[in-house]
């Protein structure tokens, strides 16, 4: 069936360094690639998302990278902040044929140390 | 626009019991999927209901069942609690189909403990 899996499962950074979270997914044909955003006791929160035709997307300290032939992703923090600390999931489902299933990765939690 | 509502916020049942939790999505959206999340792991998709019908459905078993309503808002029951179903569980609404954008919007969540 459909998997993706996330490394690491811990990340620890110091403030103003960059963070790194790689997926790999197994369904080649998945085509949409959200990141997930989950503060302690709060719902998860889309930060950005990536489609298969585009290989890499940014929005202001964030960005994401996709390799379609290795079925790779990865999300890249740069210059992180405390408030940056949260759990990250990545996920992978196909659009836009029809609404189907998201698979989310198993989560990161990220913490950033002042 | 409240976005996606859930009720209750935190429900505690005994094995064997009956739950029914609720949903109402974000104004404008016509699709709700449920997720599980366990405690330190990712949501596993449950199900999704379109036109109030099941579209989609993950690896779980039939004590899982739903319902969508004409206004879109739905229903998750599950049937003889487990002590494995102690979870959060999470609903998704998103736009109608064709409107290009897939993000999914989350409530807050049910905290469901089985005793």
């Known amino acids: 069936g459909e998997n993706v899996e996330q490394h690491p499962s811990t990340l620890s950074v110091q403030e103003g360094d960059s963070a790194v979270i790689k997926c790999t997914y197994s369904?080649?044909?998945?085509?949409?690639f959200p990141w997930y955003k989950q503060e302690l006791g709060k719902r998860p929160q889309l930060i950005i998302d990536?489609?298969?035709?585009?290989g890499e997307k940014k929005d202001q300290r964030i960005a994401v990278t996709l390799n379609k032939t290795a079925k790779h992703f990865s999300l890249h923090i740069t210059e992180t902040q405390p408030e940056d600390s949260a759990v990250y999931f990545c996920?992978?489902?196909?659009?836009?044929?029809?609404?189907?299933?998201?698979?989310f990765g198993p989560g990161t939690s990220l913490s950033v140390i002042p | 626009d409240a976005g996606v509502t859930q009720s209750p916020t935190h429900l505690i049942k005994t094995r064997g019991q009956q739950v029914t939790l609720r949903c109402s999505p974000k104004?404008?959206?016509?699709?709700v999927s449920w997720y599980q999340q366990a405690l330190g792991q990712g949501p596993q998709f449950i199900f999704q209901?379109?036109?109030?019908?099941?579209?989609q459905r993950g690896n779980f078993p039939d004590r899982f069942s739903g319902h969508q309503f004409p206004n879109y808002s739905s229903e998750l029951n599950v049937n003889a609690l487990l002590l494995g179903d102690s979870a959060l569980y999470l609903c998704?609404?998103?736009?109608?189909f064709g409107t290009g954008n897939n993000e999914q919007f989350f409530g807050p969540g049910t905290r469901l403990t089985v005793l």
């Open positions: 998704a609404s998103s736009e109608p």
């Open positions: 369904d080649s044909a998945s085509n949409y």
């Open positions: 990536i489609r298969s035709n585009v």
């Open positions: 996920a992978a489902s196909f659009f836009p044929t029809s609404y189907d299933k998201v698979i």
């Open positions: 104004s404008g959206h016509d699709t």
């Open positions: 209901y379109y036109e109030e019908e099941e579209r």
